[in-house]
């Protein structure tokens, strides 16, 4: 499972565009990268997944460079509520696999 | 219904307690995981559950036990625990390889 390595934490002001960074320099032909955000004391939530190039739903963006050696999550317009712990996860798309979270990013987002 | 539940919210034993964690979900996932947190840490990954059958098993001390009952149900049987063992403990399911993680199960071991 290739390591990922990601800031440790981030503030920023409602409204803002958040981007956040993850390298993962080992990161394997066949693996996809994954975030999730976690709100304290509940269980993490997926956000979007991708391969390669550009992801968007409705929730964020994500960013592959075409290296995949690192990706960006973009959290356009971010609110209170947005402050969370966010994870970025890279391995293959199999069933049952175990997910191996990093330390992931704190966001705080201040009014 | 896309939801997983988790009981009880919060539980506090002893160390000489016997208890259970339990984990349900409605959506026919065959995949059932459970992860335990430790404060500021992320989740570290137990035990996994594919079709009722354990499939992954992280080393975990002999004091956790699971159990998959039914595609609907997991469990995890707790004994003899140390305080170290507080924690959050999750339940994940999945279709394919995202998970859908319950609100969690807050653990104190006095």
């Known amino acids: 499972l290739a390591k990922t390595t990601q800031p440790i934490s981030m503030d920023s002001y409602e409204g803002q565009e958040v981007n956040i960074t993850c390298s993962h320099n080992n990161i394997a032909t066949n693996d996809y990268i994954t975030w999730y955000q976690q709100f304290p004391s509940q269980g993490p939530r997926f956000i979007i997944q991708g391969y390669k190039t550009k992801v968007t739903n409705e929730v964020a963006s994500l960013f592959i460079p075409a290296d995949r050696k690192s990706s960006t999550l973009s959290l356009p317009r971010v609110s209170l509520s947005d402050t969370a712990v966010y994870y970025c996860?890279?391995?293959?798309?199999?069933?049952?696999?175990?997910?191996?979270f990093g330390a992931g990013t704190i966001l705080r987002v201040k009014s | 219904d896309t939801e997983v539940t988790q009981t009880p919210k919060h539980l506090v034993m002893g160390m000489t307690n016997k208890k259970s964690l339990k984990c349900e979900q409605h959506m026919g996932h065959r995949a059932m995981y459970w992860y335990k947190q430790k404060a500021k840490k992320p989740p570290e990954l137990m035990f996994v559950y594919s079709y009722e059958k354990l499939s992954i098993n992280e080393s975990v001390p002999s004091r956790f036990s699971p159990e998959c009952p039914n595609s609907s149900l997991l469990n995890l049987h707790l004994h003899a625990l140390q305080p170290e063992d507080s924690a959050l403990y999750l339940c994940a399911t999945a279709l394919t390889d995202t998970q859908y993680f319950g609100p969690g199960t807050r653990l104190t071991v006095l």
């Open positions: 996860l890279v391995g293959e798309r199999e069933y049952g696999n175990k997910l191996v």
